[in-house]
């Protein structure tokens, strides 16, 4: 069998190429720098490659009996930084870089972003009357004996003791009567979130629903 040569790629999954699996498996143990969007959205990851974070990468490729080839070992070599951002889908990109201004810019303008995006998410929040929109949205709440209730536009729709159950019906709820207000989900302890929700529609009733979690309220 011959032996692989050139900067592999990944495959289909969670990174692009090996090289960004090993590396960024070492960012886990501790990053140089991190930063993360609001609510989940994604986290980044600046990690500057010396002599003992390439020795461990290469340990690492080595463990898995995958040695890193020749160009892979040589990409390593001459980077000074490497960026990575993990989407919120798990899904995780990377950029490469063997000059420190640039890698440094980069940051700064990450950085810089997120910091805007939170000025904007505070003015949001100084708009957003949270008491008077959960008064006519779909609101699954914890209830006794490890159980969830939900409601519509006020009226109790049912209790139920799986929370994808729970969705479900209150979703089927909101497509049945055709309004589509916002969702809430209260915790015991009173935190709140705002959830999105998507769904296939099968005999015109949505199944296949998934929630996600787009603001918070402690």
């Known amino acids: 069998m011959a032996e692989e040569t050139g900067i592999r790629s990944y495959g289909p999954g969670k990174f692009d190429t090996i090289l960004d699996s090993y590396a ?30 390439r020795d461990r990468i290469h340990q690492a490729a080595h463990y898995e009996e995958d040695d890193l080839t020749e160009e892979e070992s040589d990409l390593l070599e001459d ?33 810089a972003d997120i910091e805007e995006d939170l000025d904007d998410d505070e003015d949001e929040d100084e708009d957003f009357d949270l008491e008077s929109e959960m008064e006519d949205a779909l609101v699954i709440g914890d209830a006794r004996g490890n ?17 994808d159950d729970t969705l479900a019906a209150g979703v089927r709820e909101m497509h ?31 199944v296949n629903i998934k929630s996600t979690t787009v603001r918070g309220w402690v």
């Open 24 to 53: 960024y498996g070492v960012t886990l143990e501790g990053a140089d720098e991190e930063a993360a969007l609001g609510e989940g959205n994604g986290w980044y990851r600046l990690l500057q490659p010396d002599k003992t974070t």
């Open 79 to 111: 980077s000074v930084a490497v960026i990575f951002f993990e989407r919120s889908d798990g899904i995780v990109e990377s950029d490469w870089f063997d000059d420190m201004g640039k890698a440094k810019k980069a940051w700064d303008q990450i950085e």
């Open 147 to 163: 159980r969830y209730s939900v409601s519509f536009s006020g009226k109790h729709v049912g209790d139920f003791s799986d929370f």
């Open 176 to 206: 049945d009567s055709n309004y589509f207000p916002n969702i809430f989900y209260v915790n015991d302890h009173g935190n709140t979130d705002l959830m999105t929700v998507k769904y296939e529609l099968q005999n015109g009733k949505p």
